[in-house]
């Protein structure tokens, strides 16, 4: 029984979402939000925030090889972004499909990245790209304290097994 209640308690998949400050600056925060809400994802922590050059190099660590990476960290340290953890059955790859391509004139209409922008270096939106990248992207943007258990009233209609 124990077994049982830890696995019906267990949360289901994470990703961190984080409107980029152009998105904030041209005010698509709340477009964004409504594009998770609606699909049916669940908001478990949400915060505005300033980020440092050092939280951007470590966010970015992957990248510091490239050339662009110093214009990359200027960009995103610009002003403040909306950091967000959704949650929900496979939010890690369906959040890259909303998002849309890295670069927006490859990314389909419909998309975020494919609505709203046009230059790979001002694309709006981050989302993890893994399972992987997006907990230790969790662990390194917000406390666990700011991440927020809840359950959702619509969980039974969006999920045919709670
Ligand atoms: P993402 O996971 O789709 O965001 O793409 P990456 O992880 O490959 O790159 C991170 C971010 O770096 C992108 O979202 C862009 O903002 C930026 N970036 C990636 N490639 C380029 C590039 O070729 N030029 C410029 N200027 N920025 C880039
Ligand atoms: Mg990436």
New binding site residues.
Partial sequence: WEKLVRVMRMPRERTYIMVKPDGVQRGLVGEIIKRFEQRGFKLVAMKMKAASPELLQQH?AD?SS?P?FP??IA?VGSGPVVCMVWEGTDVVKTGRKM?G??KPLESNPGTIRGDYCID??R?II??S?SVDSANKEINLWFTPEEICEWRSMEEPWVYEKA
């Fill in positions: 970015y990248l490239k662009f214009g990359l960009y998002l391509e890295t790979v270096g694309n981050h989302g790209d």
